[in-house]
C-alpha cells in the first residue's frame, strides 16, 4: 500500500503482473464481466476486441476498395498520331485505348509536350525524345481532364520526321 492508502498495482522491475483469468463457457464472441475475475483482464479484453473489431472494418473497406482500384486495370496503349507544322504541331491521333481525336503540342528537343483531345475530355502528355533520327523517346501523362482526370500512364514512342510532318507510334500502358 502507498502512503495513501492505495495498492500500487506495478510489477516488480523484471517480472511481468499477470491480469486474472478468462472462465469460459462457450464461444469467442465477447467477454461476459462475470466471466471475468479482474477488472484489468476485462479492460484488456475489451482493447483486443476493438481492435479485432478495427481489423475487420479495415478488411471490409479495402475488399470494397481495392476492386475499384484494381478494376481500373491499365490498357494497353497502341496509338498513331500524326502531325505537322513543327516545332509547334497538330495533327490527329488514333489507335487504342482512346480512338480517335486531335492532337497539339510542341517538340523542343529533348522535350515533347502534348494534349491528345477526345470525346469525353483531354489527355497531356510529356515526352523526352532520346534519339531524332529515327525519333526514339520515352512518354508519361501529366493529366487529364473530362472523364480522363484522373489518368495515369506511361511507355515508348518511335517514329519518323518528312520535313516539318511527323508519324509518331505510342505504345505502354495507361489506366483511365
Known amino acids: 500500500m502507498s502512503e495513501h492508502g492505495v495498492t500500487d498495482h506495478t510489477p516488480a522491475p523484471g517480472r511481468m503482473r499477470r491480469f486474472g483469468t478468462i472462465r469460459r463457457s462457450g464461444g469467442s464472441q465477447g467477454v461476459d464481466p462475470s466471466d471475468v475475475s479482474n477488472e484489468g483482464e476485462l479492460m484488456l479484453q475489451r ?31 497502341n496509338t498513331t498520331v500524326k502531325v505537322k507544322g513543327l516545332p509547334n504541331f497538330t495533327g490527329t491521333v488514333s489507335g487504342k485505348p482512346y480512338g480517335s481525336g486531335k492532337v497539339k503540342g510542341k517538340i523542343d528537343l529533348p522535350n515533347l509536350t502534348a494534349t491528345l483531345t477526345y470525346k469525353g475530355g483531354n489527355v497531356r502528355i510529356r515526352g523526352t525524345v532520346s534519339d531524332a533520327s529515327p525519333i526514339k523517346g520515352t512518354w508519361r501523362t501529366t493529366g487529364g481532364t473530362g472523364k480522363y482526370r484522373n489518368v495515369k500512364g506511361s511507355g515508348s514512342f518511335s517514329g519518323s520526321f518528312s520535313g516539318t510532318a511527323a508519324t509518331l507510334k505510342f505504345r505502354g500502358k495507361i489506366k483511365p
Open 47 to 77: 482493447v483486443r476486441t476493438r481492435w479485432a473489431a478495427g481489423l475487420a472494418v479495415a478488411a471490409v473497406t479495402g475488399a470494397v476498395i481495392v476492386p475499384t482500384v484494381d478494376g481500373a486495370s491499365s490498357k494497353t496503349v
